[in-house]
């Protein structure tokens, strides 16, 4: 028995580990993307839920289109715009999570060896997807907004990517925003080279401050968009959604089929019925009030705890803090240490497909009241000053 | 932009297509293989859903573990035996449908290239799985119990392939049944030559007249079970699993991780509250009684519109009806004029792996009425005897 090449580069599951870890009831983790527990609106949603056995009954339970409920499309299509124009039903297909958006992006589009733009440093589970169909990552420069379109430019010249993927909306890791400008730069750099450009926006309604700016697929074609309801609703659900062409739409459709047929039908139905409620703007705007304070407590935390040993970025959105640490060069060397002391972080050479050393770290603050971020931090730093 | 290659060979989804035509409310399908929708057990699943909003609340809403909802593997891990030992929950790993486990399998064993051996014909959806991960697959000769054993061994002397991929309770198309000196000396040859066996099982419980086989992991080692709940419970819920060593379990976790994370946290909740109501033995009575007479409508109405016309399988148990046309030659000839008539089938071609000519069809009997089948059968007739 043999397994397929690319697991023998992978190696063990740091994640599986760490969620491990995380079980242990006096772990204060901020490993993890999780949302707040606490916030979940768990009897809005067993009415919506209800409501769907009341009102359909068993088609809900029924095998359905692989595309996605029609009406859960309708209404996602009503949300978004693509280059200008209204979004068709036939732009939109639902996905098991947007983690599944990834997935299917790769196996539709990579063949063994093919290049990937990736921001540096990128989200893991990207380079999980794309790595588990053998893609070759080559990793952009860039600087406080994200990738530098003369670097992009530059790579462009010496290889041809079958995509850019990217977040520009308080990056994972590096809670870094895209200005409207960047957005523009970037957009005109990609048609110029007929790129395709992934846009991942799980994070983008979770804005502390500072402006909005539109997403990338509002402003240019040759973009494909991925949304998730896991980071404003539940990631319990997996429920996310692409927005491209109509053509990359049927193709990725074609390959959904061979990969789990469609998703959840009872759950995408009872999102809708959420999502008519209108409940999810007063959500939305109650996870930012919780989570700026958490942003605002972690910030606080690490300047008073680790105040001379650190780097940040501040983020002003989402879910993550990215720190450097100065006296230190590998984040992974305090691991061990750190679960000791209780307390978990993701340290940064995950987030670089090169798997390079580094001092750096991500910390969530979403998922912690401001008593236990306090807590962790100080933790934290009682692990790394030894 | 460029999408992979293996997506070249793969054309137009002929499934979408039929689904889409299945949607006129005039059409007959015996093209799909859905469960009857009038015997969703709706009300009780609606039960388990409140159930678990009311006990579990929010962490049914948050992030899970890949492997599954420990509670729901521990319960399967229960219902199964391997090689005559209890099944551990490190054995087990919950997916997205069972479809989604024929990817994973997929994805976690293959290299471009690689040989997947297959019975004559066989499912659609595990040559779609197969096939976007650049599989050759090589069909083993059948009779009427599937995969013959000397021929099996015959193959084996030329190739080896990564795994077996058979269903041998119902075959999907055929219908068929494997007894248990077949299972016994087929594990017999699988072991001899270390080849690992996928044992798929969707439709095992569905059985309406014949003695129970044990299943292929009941009885060695080398085997990997795919479960599912879209047949006996609900499709549109996507429920299955996966039960292997602990080893591939794990590897096929790492692999999840990229794919989806994890399957819908709330909806596992929701069908263990179902299962552990004792209410699906009940339920499968139920199927057995009326797929049993639907299956014996569809026997009729083909010997009394097509008894000269065809010969055909019936089915013990499952799902489908499989025919051959014995005046016509290419069953693919006839899709159109049937839909003509406002009847679905499946042409046999889609079967196999070659896409050879063939005038076989599949007929699915489950979701239809004795007389909605009597109607259907008898229009088929129309078409194909113009």
């Known amino acids: 028995m043999q397994y397929a090449s690319w697991m023998e580069e992978s190696g063990e599951s740091f994640i599986g580990e760490m969620l491990k870890a995380a079980q242990n009831p006096s772990m ?229 089929e061979g990969v789990d047929l469609h998703s959840n039908n009872l759950t995408q139905r009872a999102v809708l019925e959420f999502l008519k409620e209108g409940l999810l703007p007063g959500h939305i705007q109650n996870l930012r009030t919780v989570y700026k304070e958490r942003r605002n407590a972690m910030v606080r935390a690490v300047e008073k705890y680790l105040g001379n040993e650190v780097e940040m970025i501040i983020p002003s959105g989402g879910l993550f803090l990215w720190a450097r640490f100065k006296k230190i060069t590998n984040s992974f060397d305090y691991v061990q240490e750190t679960i000791r002391q209780n307390v978990l972080y993701v340290p940064g050479a995950l987030f670089y497909p090169d798997g390079r050393v580094t001092s750096e770290v991500r910390l969530n603050y979403s998922c912690s009241t401001p008593e236990i971020i306090d807590e962790g931090i100080q933790r934290l730093a009682r692990a790394i000053k030894g």
């Open 28 to 256: 204060i983790s901020f490993a993890g993307g999780l949302p707040a527990l606490e916030l979940f609106p768990d009897q809005a949603l067993q009415r919506s839920f209800q409501h769907v056995f009341e009102e359909q009954g068993k088609p809900a339970l029924q095998y359905a289109q692989t595309a996605g409920h029609p009406q859960l499309r309708q209404w996602l299509a009503e949300q978004h715009k693509h280059n200008g124009k209204p979004v068709k039903i036939e732009e939109i297909a639902v996905t098991t999570g947007s983690q599944q958006g990834l997935s299917l992006l790769a196996q539709t589009f990579l063949d063994p060896g093919d290049v990937v733009f990736v921001e540096t440093p990128t989200y893991i589970g990207a380079i999980q997807a794309f790595q588990s169909f053998r893609a070759q990552m080559m990793m952009i420069p860039c600087d406080e907004q994200g990738v530098i379109p003369e670097e992009l430019e530059k790579k462009l010249k010496l290889v041809t990517p079958k995509f850019l993927y990217l977040i520009p909306n308080y990056q994972n890791p590096s809670g870094k925003v895209m200005g409207l400008e960047r957005r523009i730069e970037l957009l005109h750099v990609a048609k110029a080279h007929d790129l395709l450009v992934v846009e991942d926006n799980p994070y983008g309604e979770l804005r502390f401050e500072g402006e909005k700016s539109p997403n990338l697929i509002e402003l240019g074609d040759n973009v494909i968009y991925l949304g998730t309801f896991s980071k404003v609703l539940s990631p319990g659900l997996r429920v996310g959604y692409v927005v491209a062409d109509p053509d990359i739409i049927n193709h990725l459709c074609q390959t959904k």
